[in-house]
């Protein structure tokens, strides 16, 4: 059984930070590829940032140069830096996790498992 339990969002003023936490059950961190989406109301859920087995990043081009992801093996947790924020980032996000990838020539595709956390909100005023 897979769990996943999102933390660390809240109300900020543009242009400050938060940083998000995905606590996982298991090795799932360390085994799989993970990624951030997010879901703003009236909106499909989108890919923010994911991140492979290996390391390799990508980012939706909305939140390259401010956001970060990355993840500790050891802590099983998978983390998501924002900086700079803008009002367009409110919205309620959610790991994902054990999910599968295709690699192709300068990247990858990364494909969602159905491992949701239960999401943390995060509201940027303007």
């Known amino acids: 059984q897979v769990q996943l339990v999102e933390s660390g969002g809240g109300l900020v003023q543009a242009g400050g930070s938060l940083r998000l936490s995905c606590a996982a059950s298991?090795?799932?961190?360390?085994?799989?590829?993970m990624a951030w989406f997010r879901q703003a109301p009236g909106k499909q859920r989108a890919m923010v940032a994911t991140?492979?087995?290996?390391?390799?990043?990508n980012y939706a081009e909305t939140v390259k140069g401010r956001f970060t992801i990355s993840r500790d093996n050891a802590k099983n947790t998978l983390y998501l830096q924002m900086n700079s924020l803008k009002p367009e980032d409110t919205a309620v996000y959610y790991c994902?996790?054990?999910?599968?990838?295709?690699?192709?020539?300068?990247?990858?595709?990364?494909?969602?498992?159905?491992?949701w956390g239960q999401g943390t909100q995060v509201t940027v005023s303007s």
């Open positions: 994902n996790a054990g999910a599968s990838v295709t690699y192709y020539s300068g990247g990858y595709s990364y494909y969602p498992s159905g491992y």
């Open positions: 298991g090795s799932i961190v360390r085994d799989n590829p």
């Open positions: 991140i492979t087995n290996s390391g390799a990043t």
